[in-house]
């Protein structure tokens, strides 16, 4: 491989990244991170609701056997 062969093989791949880095400022990098964001608070939020609510049938067991052991030991 030539000198100026790599040199132009080195500009072309600067060039595509630097395209690709524009690509991501632009359009994608706010609107992919803001959607991570939202996912990473919204995902647990959502489960510790579920759970608090009593919609999950084993807890809701665990409850019921914890109060019936309560009331027994009184």
Request: glycine residues 6%; proline residues 4%.
């Amino acid at each position: 491989m030539s000198d100026d062969s790599f040199i132009r093989e080195v500009n072309d791949e600067i060039a595509s990244l630097t395209q690709a880095h524009k690509l991501w400022d632009a359009k994608f990098g706010p609107a992919l991170l803001g959607l991570a964001i939202i996912w990473s608070c919204s995902a647990p939020a959502a489960v510790v609701g579920y759970r608090y609510l009593g919609r999950d049938p084993r807890l809701t067991a665990r409850a019921t056997h914890f109060s019936a052991a309560l009331k027994h030991r009184q």
